[in-house]
């Protein structure tokens, strides 16, 4: 299975040693091998139909902050051109533009790729008129690792939907908020150092005010609800606020009261909305650090609460995996009908 990789940071990096480090298994669990043909980023590319040791390119990139030269083509080009069954798109998320991953995966879909990503921005902005696109180009599209990092959430939700009606979602959706509200009230540190310390671990977005102003968590919203069928929003619906004036002394004073405050996210058939509230401790969503939690709350069969890490390089490129073991299985499953 031929493999390009667009964007080369925390996650595009842990996922192509992952698969490295995989390949026996995948072999003989699933029956394929992956072979990475191309791998993009922001500065250039680097390709070779047989296979790229990736090993070597991430040493590359650690030195020099580049996979390889600028070639002549721009990486829409490369993605079209490229022999390659499934396009992995992990670039910077832009939640204004969606760009450069809007592209990125258009080309694909266009040149009869897969696509598996856990880029937001294309999906918080265009999640219909992709889902359209690739259904046209008779190619899949998978986003697993972009609500919950490594945590199943939107498989999840999915599953609770069946044969039941998902009236509402309630979840903590960003890791990096999380992480510093925990920080804060348990440690009692300022809220700048708490970030600081959310970037140095890769939990952040490249632009942290993404996470802080509540549009990461919009965001994901947006993917959820669209993906279970509660709204065709796009991330301009939402209603946000981030947790930006939230202090240590609010989240202390709230500890002190046995309760949480926590940047919560509700999506239901009257709206979207993304706020801090203030929740009992012993709420099943009251979860500390990178940890997200997703209440769905069905109709018949009442509420389901999934709880896990929800960001980080390791955690998310695992996300990427499943997602790609999926495509293998279902193009297994074509080829014999
Ligand atoms: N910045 C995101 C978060 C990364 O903190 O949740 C995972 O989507």
Not at 202 to 227: F, Q
Request: with cysteine; aromatic share 6%; proline share 3%.
């Amino acid at each position: 299975m031929r493999l390009v990789l667009a964007g080369f940071g925390v996650v595009g990096q842990s996922f192509a040693q992952l698969v490295k480090e995989k390949t026996p298994d995948l072999a003989a669990k699933y029956g394929f091998v992956p072979r990475v043909v191309a791998i993009i980023d922001s500065s250039g590319a680097v390709m070779d139909e047989k296979g790229l040791d990736v090993a070597r390119v991430v040493t590359k990139k650690r030195k020099t902050g580049k996979v390889g030269q600028t070639s002549g083509l721009g990486a829409r080009e490369i993605i079209a051109r490229t022999e390659a069954d499934v396009l992995i798109e992990t670039t910077p998320t832009d939640f204004k533009s969606g760009e450069p991953g809007l592209g990125h995966i258009k080309s694909a879909f266009i040149s009869k790729k897969h696509v598996v990503t856990c880029n937001k921005g294309p999906l918080g902005i265009a999640f219909q008129a992709l889902q359209e696109l690739a259904r046209h180009n008779s190619v899949q599209f998978r986003y697993s690792g972009a609500v919950g990092g490594g945590t199943p959430i939107l498989d999840f939700g999915k599953t609770c939907s069946t044969g039941d009606d998902v009236t509402r979602v309630t979840g903590i959706l960003n890791g990096t908020c999380n992480f510093i509200l925990t920080k804060m009230e348990r440690e009692r540190v300022s809220f700048a150092d708490a970030l600081a310390e959310a970037q140095r671990e890769g939990y952040a977005e490249r632009d942290p005010t993404l996470d802080i102003n509540g549009y990461d968590s919009a965001v994901k919203l947006v993917i959820m609800a669209n993906h279970l069928g509660l709204s065709k929003a796009t991330v301009r619906e939402v209603n946000v606020r981030g947790i930006q004036d939230v202090s240590a002394e609010k989240a202390w004073a709230a500890a002190e009261k046995g309760e949480a405050i926590r940047l919560i996210a509700v999506a239901d058939k009257s709206g979207l909305s993304v706020q801090p509230s203030t929740i009992a401790r012993d709420d099943p969503l009251c979860v500390t650090g990178t940890y997200n939690a997703v209440k769905f709350h069905c109709k018949d069969s009442g509420d389901k609460v999934i709880v896990g890490r929800g960001a980080g390089g390791p955690e998310t490129a695992s996300s990427l995996l499943r997602d790609l073991i999926e495509i293998r299985g279902s193009m297994s499953e074509a080829t014999e009908q």
